[in-house]
Structures are given as C-alpha cells and as structure tokens.
C-alpha cells in the first residue's frame, strides 16, 4: 500500500472510528491531512460531550485549524469514515476544505441529499474509500444496539 494513498489514510479515520466504538459512540473517524502528514485525528464525542455537534468531521476541523493557526483548510484533505451530514459540511464550506474523501455513503442524512453546493465550489470530492470497513464497523454498532 503506497504511504499516500487514500487507502492508508482511510484506515488511520478507521482507527479513530474504533475509539468511538470503544467509547460507546457512534464509530465514525476522521483525519485531517496536509502535505501527505496527518494534523489531527478525531473521532464521533456527541455523547461523551453531550453535544450534537460533536460529529468527527466538526471534531477534526477544530483541530486541524488550531494547529494550522488559521481558519481556512484549503490546502488539507479530510478523509472521514461516513459521508459528513450537512452541518459537517457546511462547516468543510467555511474552512474552504481543499478535498473531502469518504468512506461510505450516507443515504439517509448525508450531504449529497442535498447537492454538492454545500461544499465549497473548490473542494475536491472522493468518496467510496475502503467502502466495506467504513459501512461494517457502523453496521456492527447498530445491530448491537438493537
């Protein structure tokens, strides 16, 4: 596997959605890259934190952000292991994310229900990376939980 490759990457949000497996949370990662190096690493803390908008994408940009010291990440890949819900996105929009990468699709509540004009026009979009481990670990969590 190449070390830059959207594979090695979407296993690294992988690992951060099997913290939030352990914590109890829904498992979803995320990682923030820029210039082929991971800035920040995060995971779902909706319930660790009591707060909704804890998502690992809004998670991550907060991190990637404050490392970077500036607002904007349009030089940075976000590679997260579920296709971001409209506030996630809408936050991308206003970081200017230079490429969003997921893993699986969101057909309920995912972005794209809504268009791409969520995103910022420049974002860069890839999706259906490592598309059966980022759905089998949620499925997983779900059917325990019923």
Same mark, same amino acid.
């Given at each position: 596997m190449n070390l830059y490759s959207h594979e090695y990457f979407m296993n690294e949000a992988l690992k951060e959605?099997?913290?939030?497996?352990?914590?109890?949370? %829904? $498992?979803?990662?995320? %990682? !923030? !890259?820029?210039?082929?190096?991971?800035?920040?690493?995060?995971?779902?803390? &909706? /319930? &660790?934190?009591?707060?909704?908008?804890?998502?690992?994408?809004?998670?991550?940009? &907060?991190?990637?952000?404050?490392?970077?010291?500036?607002?904007?990440?349009?030089?940075?890949?976000?590679?997260?292991?579920? /296709?971001?819900? $409209?506030?996630?996105?809408?936050?991308?929009?206003?970081?200017?994310?230079?490429?969003?990468?997921y893993g699986a699709s969101d057909p309920k509540r995912g972005y794209s229900l809504h268009g791409n004009s969520i995103l910022h026009p420049k974002t860069l979009v890839v999706g259906s990376i490592l598309t059966n481990e980022c759905s089998g670990i949620l499925v997983d969590f779900f059917r325990g939980r019923r």
């Open positions: 959605a099997k913290v939030a497996l352990e914590l109890k949370e %829904v $498992p979803i990662g995320a %990682v !923030v !890259v820029c210039n082929n190096r991971i800035i920040s690493r995060a995971h779902n803390l &909706t /319930e &660790t934190l009591n707060d909704p908008t804890a998502h690992a994408e809004m998670q991550a940009i &907060t991190a990637a952000t404050t490392y970077l010291n500036g607002k904007y990440l349009d030089q940075c890949s976000l590679y997260v292991t579920l /296709e971001p819900c $409209p506030m996630c996105a809408g936050a991308m929009f206003w970081a200017q994310l230079g490429k969003l990468v």
